[in-house]
């Protein structure tokens, strides 16, 4: 019996044994590496993770294959071992020298499909992905619009281990949109659909158009276009099954979407949830919309807008921690909706760092917050600095993110700017049917990183010459207050025209500063001195005028601003008025000046606008005001018509009017490239007309200007770029149009 169970406890001890220690178990004693010719060992050893004393098992040697296959440095590896000796093999992939591609002639199209590819020159060359970026060119190419390219590839080995790479590609037929078709559309016509997207079909008269051509990235966002738009109109369940395109002829397509837009729904009950303590006055404003919206059809845009005036509520009021939930409930085909709004746990602001402002001053973007360091923290006006920020223009890029402070309650904001080129040189001209304008430009929108504004410009017409010089401080000694220091030349030289010539020089001084919430208040005293020369063709009206002049002027604005945000506005609004009032002057000029632009967002990614400028100068003494202090519409707010070239006239020479009125509207078409910043393409109406002179004898001109055109904004990489084409809907019969204008300048 003892025997037996000695026996038993030597199989035990035995068993466990050869748990603990495997039956079969090298121990590497010694590395080394075989083949290698560019890599050194130590990285080899590196990248593999072999060590010695590890076990020479199928799962290591699985591991170290597995770690310099990543690499892509080695086309074969092996791996043994001799009396305790790791040896690793490797055959080292060549080295690229270069990478050309061959049938594309275009830089811009070249970097597009060449940005993502996984080889690069001076990189090891590896068979697999080789083949991926021949299949990424291709992708690119197919989003581009060339589903017809092909793609050959040349290897060609040298010396020394290393492979030049050619991409031989034939891009072929641009692939053509030859027709845009809508499946299951019943409600609205094809043609309401396809003003809707941005694809457009196939024709010759354009040229221009790179719409009429298939790229993915633009289907992509044409059904959500579709399906906002359904979304606007009611149709809840909106569903864009595909889209697809179908080869009807050699180079054309026909690009297919596939619509079910299923029932159309209207707003029920709207109601609102508030916590108890909230006054209900301040939410009146919503009730009102609520009862404008029942029985409306359903509309994506409405509740946004529902969502922004609580918004506007919770900055105006003052709640400091609250948010917005909707909720939702179906009965047949009405949307009942309500409204919670709760508030949240409070949070402070225990630190706000910003980084990446090389050249600005911190103080600079500091003076842009609406939130500082110890307040309660608040989403809404942590977005508002980010757009006050994005407002100043200085900055490529501005990013915030929200992270957890040392405390429980606390929450760090951290800002990160990516600072751009702020100085501008620029040039500028305008053609017309009569005459040609010059413009010359340096402007520095932030001196020395202080936020400073320098501008001068030169311009140069025919009969005019201008210069001016301006200096901006936004925010002096670090307050709200801005200070504005300017001079002013001009010559207008008329002689052989009208028989006079004015020459005036001057300057101004003036500061603004908000006087209540988002009303400022400006005040600023400007004086100047002209000389007024006429000759025997100057009218008797003319040579009254003849002499020197010295006037002084004080000037009172009141801007009241309700725009969301200064950059990129899509909502709200803006009011400014200002007066000259004469103080030293022979003739007593009174100048009125009145703007008012409402902005607001039609369909998603659309800015939209419309504005409404009058002015008026007159004598408050009954004198004939002088000729240099007559109205002319500004060009940027009458396209289509020569600056100073419309209203009453004198014989043959325009001079100018007592009263002028501006509407203007405009609306950004939708984006080619939805993510781009830099550019801004958009559609404008402009209506004006001038009128009003002292002598009732001279014609009045009273006819009504407009025009209509399309717009262009590009801040390129060599500078800023604006392009106006505008046609004249109606005009005076002595008005001189101009066909087109642009600026173009250059960054520093």
């Known amino acids: 019996?003892?025997?037996?169970?000695?026996?038993?406890?030597?199989?035990?001890?035995?068993?466990?044994?050869?748990?603990?220690?495997?039956?079969?178990?090298?121990?590497?004693?010694?590395?080394?590496?075989?083949?290698?010719?560019?890599?050194?060992?130590?990285?080899?050893?590196?990248?593999?993770?072999?060590?010695?004393?590890?076990?020479?098992?199928?799962?290591?040697?699985?591991?170290?294959?597995?770690?310099?296959?990543?690499?892509?440095?080695?086309?074969?590896?092996?791996?043994?071992?001799?009396?305790?000796?790791?040896?690793?093999?490797?055959?080292?992939?060549?080295?690229?020298?270069?990478?050309?591609?061959?049938?594309?002639?275009?830089?811009?199209?070249?970097?597009?499909?060449?940005?993502?590819?996984?080889?690069?020159?001076?990189?090891?060359?590896?068979?697999?992905?080789?083949?991926?970026?021949?299949?990424?060119?291709?992708?690119?190419?197919?989003?581009?619009?060339?589903?017809?390219?092909?793609?050959?590839?040349?290897?060609?080995?040298?010396?020394?281990?290393?492979?030049?790479?050619?991409?031989?590609?034939?891009?072929?037929?641009?692939?053509?949109?030859?027709?845009?078709?809508?499946?299951?559309?019943?409600?609205?016509?094809?043609?309401?659909?396809?003003?809707?997207?941005?694809?457009?079909?196939?024709?010759?008269?354009?040229?221009?158009?790179?719409?009429?051509?298939?790229?993915?990235?633009?289907?992509?966002?044409?059904?959500?276009?579709?399906?906002?738009?359904?979304?606007?109109?009611?149709?809840?369940?909106?569903?864009?099954?595909?889209?697809?395109?179908?080869?009807?002829?050699?180079?054309?397509?026909?690009?297919?979407?596939?619509?079910?837009?299923?029932?159309?729904?209207?707003?029920?009950?709207?109601?609102?949830?508030?916590?108890?303590?909230?006054?209900?006055?301040?939410?009146?404003?919503?009730?009102?919309?609520?009862?404008?919206?029942?029985?409306?059809?359903?509309?994506?845009?409405?509740?946004?807008?529902?969502?922004?005036?609580?918004?506007?509520?919770?900055?105006?009021?003052?709640?400091?921690?609250?948010?917005?939930?909707?909720?939702?409930?179906?009965?047949?085909?009405?949307?009942?909706?309500?409204?919670?709004?709760?508030?949240?746990?409070?949070?402070?602001?225990?630190?706000?760092?910003?980084?990446?402002?090389?050249?600005?001053?911190?103080?600079?973007?500091?003076?842009?917050?609406?939130?500082?360091?110890?307040?309660?923290?608040?989403?809404?006006?942590?977005?508002?600095?980010?757009?006050?920020?994005?407002?100043?223009?200085?900055?490529?890029?501005?990013?915030?993110?929200?992270?957890?402070?040392?405390?429980?309650?606390?929450?760090?904001?951290?800002?990160?700017?990516?600072?751009k080129p702020t100085g501008e040189i620029m040039a500028g001209a305008g053609f017309g049917t009569s005459g040609e304008v010059i413009e010359f430009g340096i402007k520095e929108n932030n001196y020395l990183g202080k936020g400073l504004s320098l501008e001068t410009n030169l311009s140069l017409a025919t009969d005019k010459v201008e210069g001016m010089f301006n200096l901006t401080n936004p925010n002096f000694n670090n307050s709200d207050k801005s200070i504005n220091v300017g001079l002013r030349a001009n010559e207008l030289d008329k002689l052989s025209t009208f028989g006079y010539k004015s020459k005036k020089i001057g300057g101004a001084l003036g500061t603004k500063f908000e006087y209540l919430e988002n009303f400022k208040l400006g005040l600023s005293v400007s004086s100047f001195v002209e000389n007024i020369e006429t000759d025997s063709t100057a009218s008797a009206r003319q040579k009254k005028q003849k002499g020197d002049y010295f006037d002084i002027y004080s000037k009172i604005n009141f801007d009241y601003d309700q725009r969301n945000q200064k950059f990129k506005t899509s909502d709200g609004f803006r009011s400014y008025y200002s007066v000259d009032l004469p103080l030293v002057s022979e003739n007593n000029t009174l100048t009125n000046f009145y703007n008012y632009k409402v902005f607001s967002e039609l369909y998603e990614n659309n800015l939209s606008s419309f504005s409404l400028s009058l002015s008026s100068a007159n004598s408050i003494t009954g004198d004939d005001i002088k000729l240099s202090e007559r109205l002319y519409v500004p060009q940027r707010k009458l396209r289509g018509f020569v600056s100073g070239k419309i209203g009453p006239k004198d014989g043959s020479d325009y001079i100018g009017g007592n009263y002028y009125a501006v509407m203007n509207f405009s609306s950004s078409l939708p984006q080619i490239l939805p993510n781009s910043q830099n550019l801004d393409i958009g559609t404008f109406v402009d209506i004006a007309n001038l009128w009003g002179v002292d002598d009732s004898s001279l014609d009045e001109s009273s006819e009504i200007r407009s025009s209509f055109g399309i717009g262009l904004d590009w801040y390129s990489p060599v500078g800023p770029f604006s392009f106006s084409l505008a046609q004249p809907l109606s005009k005076g019969s002595s008005d001189v149009t101009e066909t087109f204008r642009f600026n173009l300048g250059t960054t520093f």
């Open 1 to 419: 019996m003892f025997k037996t169970l000695k026996k038993l406890l030597s199989l035990n001890i035995l068993f466990f044994t050869f748990l603990i220690f495997p039956i079969y178990a090298d121990i590497v004693e010694k590395i080394e590496i075989v083949g290698n010719k560019r890599i050194s060992s130590e990285t080899i050893k590196m990248f593999s993770q072999v060590k010695i004393g590890m076990n020479y098992e199928e799962k290591e040697i699985n591991n170290i294959l597995k770690l310099l296959y990543e690499t892509n440095f080695f086309r074969d590896i092996k791996v043994s071992l001799d009396n305790k000796n790791l040896i690793i093999t490797v055959d080292e992939n060549p080295i690229i020298e270069n990478i050309t591609f061959n049938g594309i002639k275009s830089n811009t199209l070249r970097g597009k499909i060449t940005k993502d590819l996984l080889l690069k020159e001076r990189s090891s060359y590896n068979e697999i992905l080789l083949k991926k970026d021949k299949n990424l060119i291709l992708a690119s190419l197919k989003e581009l619009g060339y589903h017809f390219s092909e793609v050959d590839i040349n290897k060609i080995e040298l010396d020394n281990d290393k492979i030049d790479i050619i991409y031989n590609i034939d891009l072929g037929e641009k692939s053509k949109i030859k027709k845009i078709t809508f499946i299951g559309n019943k409600i609205f016509k094809d043609n309401k659909l396809k003003s809707i997207i941005i694809s457009e079909e196939y024709k010759f008269w354009k040229f221009i158009s790179g719409k009429k051509y298939l790229n993915e990235n633009i289907i992509k966002f044409d059904k959500r276009l579709l399906r906002n738009f359904y979304l606007n109109k009611g149709y809840y369940d909106i569903v864009i099954n595909s889209s697809f395109a179908k080869l009807v002829d050699d180079d054309g397509f026909e690009l297919v979407f596939n619509i079910d837009p299923k029932n159309k729904f209207f707003f029920g009950d709207l109601t609102l949830d508030i916590p108890l303590d909230f006054d209900e006055e301040n939410f009146q404003r919503l009730k009102e919309i609520f009862l404008d919206l029942k029985n409306e059809p359903y509309s994506i845009n409405s509740v946004e807008n529902i969502i922004n005036e609580i918004d506007k509520i919770a900055i105006d009021k003052q709640y400091e921690s609250i948010q917005a939930k909707v909720s939702e409930s179906i009965i047949e085909n009405k949307i009942n909706l309500k409204f919670i709004i709760e508030e949240t746990e409070k949070f402070f602001v225990e630190k706000i760092n910003i980084f990446g402002n090389n050249i600005t001053r911190e103080s600079v973007i500091r003076n842009q917050f609406y939130i500082d360091e110890g307040d309660p923290f608040n989403d809404i006006l942590t977005n508002k600095t980010i757009n006050e920020i994005k407002s100043l223009n200085f900055f490529s890029s501005v990013e915030s993110k929200i992270i957890d402070g040392k405390d429980n309650n606390s929450k760090i904001i951290n800002i990160t700017v990516e600072e």
